[in-house]
């Protein structure tokens, strides 16, 4: 299986501050495809988690622009240009190169 | 807009089976470019695929559940359903439902039900 390493487990941030979060996956997630089938997800407190991106670097629909991904092989990254409030939550990064698929432990990002 | 709902008991006894069914309004069910995933959270921890389902009924589940989960289709009611055998207090968790797009270019869960929590207690 792919484990998937996410640091910080936790970030508090001031806010309009920009908030960086890493994965790191036990193995290349570049598919025979020559994709890479990372993605992003935010969970809220109470709410189901939330595709925020796709494949390294995509955005989802709806997802504002200070959001953004990058990273290649087995290191990826999420940044948020400028914390707002509403990003308060729980970010994991997921691989679907292969099955089974999995999941980062989980960023906590709080407001300081 | 797509929606997904979990429906079943919220308790569930130790040593005897979860079911759940998700139930999808919206036009993709049938669409070969989908599956259609259950994955769990227990409180205050992270999530955890338990396994995911073609319109076709092709299967794929996680090796760590593998002999305890059965998962299934009914594209006539858009309908999947879990069920876990032999459940433990381990399995005490939020279960979700959610599509999984799989095209050749798109691989993520992109639409989520809003999850049910199920105990298992005696």
């Known amino acids: 299986d792919i484990v998937l390493t996410q640091t910080p487990l936790s970030s508090p941030v001031t806010l309009g501050q920009p908030a960086s979060i890493s994965c790191t996956s036990s193995q290349s997630l570049v598919h025979s495809d020559g994709n890479t089938y990372l993605s992003w997800l935010q969970q809220k407190p109470g709410q189901p988690p939330r595709l925020i991106i796709y494949?390294?670097?995509n955005r989802f629909s709806g997802v504002p622009d200070r959001f953004s991904g990058s990273g290649a092989g087995t290191d990826f990254t999420l940044k948020i240009s400028k914390v707002e409030a509403e990003d308060v939550g729980v970010y994991y990064c997921?691989?679907?190169?292969?099955?089974?698929?999995?999941f980062g432990g989980g960023t906590k990002v709080e407001i300081k | 807009q797509l929606q997904l709902q979990e429906s079943g008991p919220g308790l569930v006894k130790p040593s005897e089976t979860l079911s759940l069914s998700c139930t999808v309004s919206?036009?993709?069910?049938?669409?070969?470019?989908?599956?259609w995933g259950w994955i769990r959270q227990p409180p205050g921890k992270g999530l955890e695929w338990i396994g995911s389902?073609?319109?076709?009924?092709?299967?794929y589940y996680n090796p760590s559940l593998k002999s305890r989960v059965t998962i299934s289709v009914d594209t006539s009611k858009n309908q999947f359903s879990l069920q876990l055998n032999s459940v433990t207090a381990a399995d005490t968790a939020v279960y979700y439902c959610?599509?999984?797009?799989?095209?050749?270019?798109?691989?993520?869960?992109?639409?989520w039900g809003q999850g049910t929590l199920v105990t298992v207690s005696s």
């Open positions: 919206g036009d993709s069910f049938s669409s070969t470019i989908y599956h």
């Open positions: 997921m691989q679907a190169k292969q099955w089974p698929l999995t």
């Open positions: 389902i073609h319109c076709t009924g092709t299967t």
């Open positions: 494949k390294i670097s």
């Open positions: 959610a599509r999984q797009a799989t095209s050749s270019s798109s691989r993520y869960f992109d639409y």
